[in-house]
């Protein structure tokens, strides 16, 4: 169905991931564990942009592009928020006035300040209407700020009726007492929803508070004024990570391509500011320079320079032939010598097995038939997966890089930008890099060419000889540093890439084209152990579709 299209993938990725909050969250009341609530909570962001990009699509297919005037889609959209939430805010009135019946003493209730969140919920619902139809930003961050204020209130309440609890008055009227004021807080909730649809209809674009707050304080530390005009702030979505991205116009008359805000999980952004500013040390200019950064609790954010130019894959996919090779000089320049100023003598293992390990799950959630058991046919025996898997991580362990270079990290060939004016590349997405076995940048970026899209064999040429070019150059750069083990290393790092990329695959075609390709490195390069690994060749062809 032609109305699907783009929203299909999405939903399903949306639904696998709500699944798997639902599971870890079972998991985490079962055997509480602060690293799961963390990552939790982290996913919930990458759910919550799922959500955005598919109410996108959806409206984007009914109104086509010489639909119904933007802003006005958009307040529609508002609108209709805004009613589900007034809907959801009189439901809970209805579920308080349900549990009031349950009170043995209807005076027991007045022992805690109840009046003090009704008073909340009466003062934002007063000025819904004005800040809707005048999108009126001020009014609703009035209206957004009920919510913390009413966590506030149930925060203090609950721990009064803990220690009513606790002294032994009336258990009943204080669990009745606390699902009371526990539909209050789940008011201000609907109310917050409210309050960041407004927002939305008077920026065109889906903030969360604490996300529009962020992007409002690291501008300022700019000298600059949140936006607040339609379509001065454009998403950039389609990341797995959570973070919310979107790119800012510069001021009138710069020569700048504007900036770049990333908000999102406070560990993952410093860690990629902080390797901004390493790659910045190493080669100035091949990241993105860092313009404003502010930390707040479990989230951060900053601005980034928006680098002109166009993604590698951009590239690969459109440019003209003697540009593509260009581009593709210019990346193994850059990269040759960014691992030669990084190198570091000395035995390093990027534990390519341990790293598909952790992603294995979502694999499985995915493709479950992947998961193959043992079998027979005759009298051959054939191992299951897990163990073919646990066999080729004992072999990793023979098989340590000679030295270390500081990688990229996810170095996909849309993380990498070209810039053909100024003949030079740049480094994006960069929250990954780390010290580490090269090996692991060149298996993502092979890979990363042969997971394209494209199926039609002669447009498959193209990538097929970025491929081949790429593989002959990294060759060439082991063979010039004594690196021995590179093809049974590379091999690992593909076979890594190769299963960990069909978590993202719903053509079922391809994700078991790219999961046979796996299991049938990790069959050759268990068949040669015992033998030199100077020896092993890697199977070249499983590199071309």
């Not at 939305?200 to 962020?214: D, L, P, R």
């Not at 190493?282 to 950064?293: A, D, K, N, S, Y």
């Not at 060149?442 to 498959?460: G, H, Y």
């Not at 002959?472 to 690992?492: K, N, P």
Request: aromatic residues 10%; hydrophobic residues 40%; proline residues 4%.
């Amino acid at each position: 169905m032609k109305f699907l299209e783009g929203i299909e993938e999405n939903l399903r990725f949306m639904v696998l991931e709500v699944s798997r909050q639902v599971e870890s969250t079972l998991n985490c009341l079962e055997d509480p564990d602060p690293a799961l609530i963390a990552k939790i909570e982290s996913r919930d962001d990458y759910i919550d942009n799922l959500k955005s990009v598919i109410e996108n699509l959806c409206y984007s297919k009914i109104h086509g592009p010489s639909g119904a005037y933007k802003p006005a889609v958009d307040l529609a959209r508002a609108i209709n928020i805004v009613s589900a939430n007034l809907e959801r805010v009189a439901d809970h009135a209805v579920n308080i006035v349900m549990q009031v019946q349950y009170l043995s003493d209807a005076a027991f209730i007045k022992r805690y300040d109840y009046l003090a969140g009704f008073h909340e919920v009466d003062k934002a619902l007063g000025i819904i209407v004005k800040a809707l139809l005048s999108q009126d930003v001020t009014l609703a961050f009035k209206i957004c700020r009920a919510e913390f204020n009413l966590d506030a209130i149930f925060k203090d309440n609950f721990d009064r009726i803990l220690v009513d609890l606790r002294k032994g008055e009336s258990p009943e009227n204080c669990i009745t007492c606390h699902n009371i004021f526990r539909y209050l807080e789940r008011m201000g909730d609907s109310i917050l929803n409210i309050g960041e649809a407004i927002i939305f209809a008077a920026v065109g674009e889906k903030f969360k508070i604490h996300q529009y707050q962020a992007l409002k304080d690291t501008l300022a530390q700019r000298g600059a004024e949140v936006p607040i005009t339609k379509g001065e702030f454009q998403s950039i979505w389609g990341t797995h990570s959570g973070c919310r991205i979107g790119k800012l116009p510069d001021k009138p008359g710069s020569k700048s391509h504007g900036v770049l805000f990333k908000e999102g999980n406070a560990t993952k952004i410093i860690q990629e500011k902080e390797n901004i500013e390493r790659w910045e040390a190493i080669l100035p200019g091949l990241p993105p320079r860092v313009q404003g950064f502010q930390s707040e609790g479990d989230s951060a954010s900053m601005l980034l320079e928006y680098l002109g130019g166009c993604t590698l894959q951009q590239i690969v996919l459109t440019a003209d032939a003697e540009i593509a090779a260009n581009a593709m000089f210019l990346v193994e320049q850059t990269m040759s010598l960014l691992w030669d100023k990084t190198k570091k003598d000395g035995q390093v293992s990027a534990g390519y097995i341990r790293q598909l390990h952790a992603r294995l799950e979502d694999v499985f959630r995915l493709h479950p038939d992947f998961d193959t058991p043992p079998r027979t046919m005759g009298d051959l025996e054939l191992w299951s997966f897990a163990e073919m898997l646990e066999a080729t991580a004992e072999l990793e362990r023979q098989l340590p890089a000679p030295f270390s270079v500081f990688i990229h990290g996810d170095c996909n060939i849309n993380n990498i930008i070209y810039e053909h004016t100024e003949q030079r590349i740049h480094y994006i997405d960069l929250h990954r890099s780390k010290d580490t076995d090269y090996i692991q940048d060149v298996s993502v970026f092979l890979v990363s060419n042969f997971r394209l899209p494209i199926m039609d064999q002669s447009m498959r040429a193209r990538p097929n000889q970025v491929i081949a070019r790429f593989l002959d150059f990294s060759r060439d750069y082991a063979l010039a540093h004594g690196d021995d083990t590179f093809e049974a290393r590379l091999t690992l790092g593909l076979i890594r890439s190769f299963l960990t990329s069909t978590r993202f695959e719903f053509n079922r075609d391809f994700a078991k084209d790219m999961f046979l390709r796996c299991t049938y490195l990790m069959g050759r390069i268990l068949t040669h152990a015992g033998s030199p690994w100077q020896d092993f060749r890697l199977p070249e062809r499983v590199l071309y579709y």
